[in-house]
């Protein structure tokens, strides 16, 4: 199973994540950070897709 994975040296905190996947991401300090890794209500994938510096992976 992969798991999301926020690299806080590229986020610029815009919420895209937190807005596809509010159960997985949550902006914090003004970098998402992973709160669960578990997307089993949303799809991760697009989070990572949707994010505009790919800060986001799942490994």
Do not use: R, W, Y
């Amino acid at each position: 199973m992969t798991k999301p994975v926020v690299n806080q040296d590229l986020c610029i905190g815009c919420g895209t994540c937190e807005s596809l996947c509010p159960s997985v991401f949550k902006i914090e300090d003004g970098k998402s950070h992973v709160i669960s890794e578990s997307c089993d209500d949303c799809d991760c994938q697009e989070s990572v897709d949707s994010c505009p510096v790919g800060a986001i992976s799942l490994e």
